[in-house]
């Protein structure tokens, strides 16, 4: 059973309030994992009709090669009935909401064909975690993100057909275990302070979780996200890191080699903790943001690995997400190296 406040209606894109002279977003992201074949994509579709435009991100890493496409295309001010969400060469179907999703992706680099269907049903933020205390944004500001957000553990199949680089010619059967976000309402990326994404899916579950802290909530950082089963959708209460070496103030991130760990608790009682192992991550994209003067960044790694359940051994991939915003006059050029294994 999905969330009880989640609407299948709700996967397509939603109408934009006459008052959103702020910053509104709609954005989709889905990732696919093979670890067989060493392989991650990501596809991010970013639809800011405030603005007129879409940007549409296509990111892989093929065993080491990587090929990425940012597309900035005209959309409909107003995103209602906007299906499929595309431009000239990325596109997203809903095909049955929260159950089937296809992306493709054509270039002269690359082609791409992914079909992506539930593992578990889709979690709703707004079923789950509540911060106390006040905030300028009501409710949603004590929300882990302050906006609506959907999270849903994937399973996916498809093509990848390389046409340049050391594996041109090659077309890779690609299978494994993904996830898709959807999030939509005001947004500025720019005023989130620091964040942990934790998508790591398993034979007999799907373990998501968000530490946010951002500038709308003073109290520091916020946890929500849930562990999906096929018993149930249980929402996280409390995510607790294990020596959070990436989460030093003042300077950018740094080269990610070795283990994050994540203590996790949720609403039911459950309690697990989940290590991601970076230093042998077999790809690593980037979602940067930055300010126009390019004084302002908030860098944004997304690595894709294995995952152990540390309680009982299990092993199991996905992503994890780590962001934090730097500032500086030299911020663009510096962050532009960091977080990185090379």
């Not at 054509?106 to 933020?125: H, N």
């Not at 959070?244 to 283990?259: E, I, K, S, T």
């Amino acid at each position: 059973m999905a969330s009880p406040q989640y609407d299948p209606a709700d996967d397509l894109a939603h109408h934009v309030p006459p008052q959103a002279f702020m910053s509104w977003k709609e954005n989709w992201c889905f990732t696919a994992v093979d670890p067989g074949q060493r392989i991650g994509a990501l596809f991010l579709f970013s639809m800011r009709p405030s603005l007129g435009e879409g940007i549409f991100n296509g990111k892989f890493c093929i065993d080491g090669w990587e090929h990425r496409y940012v597309g900035r295309s005209p959309i409909p001010r107003q995103l209602e009935g906007f299906h499929p969400v595309e431009d000239e060469r990325l596109s997203l179907e809903i095909l049955e909401p929260d159950t089937r999703y296809r992306v493709r992706y054509r270039s002269d680099e690359l082609d791409a064909d992914l079909e992506f269907t539930g593992r578990f049903p889709t979690f709703d933020y707004s079923d789950g975690n509540v911060a106390p205390g006040d905030s300028p944004l009501g409710l949603f500001g004590r929300l882990p993100v302050p906006y609506k957000h959907h999270e849903q553990g994937l399973a996916h199949t498809g093509t990848l057909t390389v046409k340049a680089g050391p594996h041109a010619g090659r077309t890779f059967t690609v299978s494994g275990w993904g996830n898709r976000d959807h999030s939509w309402g005001w947004r500025d990326d720019l005023t989130f302070v620091e964040h942990v994404w934790l998508c790591a899916n398993f034979e007999d579950r799907y373990v998501q979780g968000m530490i946010m802290h951002e500038e709308y909530y003073r109290h520091g950082p916020k946890t929500g996200g849930s562990i999906s089963t096929d018993a149930a959708l249980d929402p996280v209460v409390e995510i607790v890191p294990e020596d959070p070496y990436w989460m030093a103030q003042g300077v950018p991130l740094p080269v990610l080699d070795r283990d994050v760990r994540l203590r996790v608790r949720t609403q039911g009682g459950e309690t697990c903790t989940v290590a991601a192992h970076l230093e042998r991550d077999y790809a690593r994209l980037y979602l940067n943001a930055r300010s126009g003067d390019r004084k302002k960044v908030y860098q944004d790694v997304v690595a894709f690995t294995d995952f152990t359940l540390v309680d009982t051994g299990q092993v199991g991939s996905g992503v994890l997400e780590l962001g934090k915003l730097y500032v500086g006059d030299d911020a663009a050029d510096v962050t532009a190296r960091s977080a990185s294994r090379t």
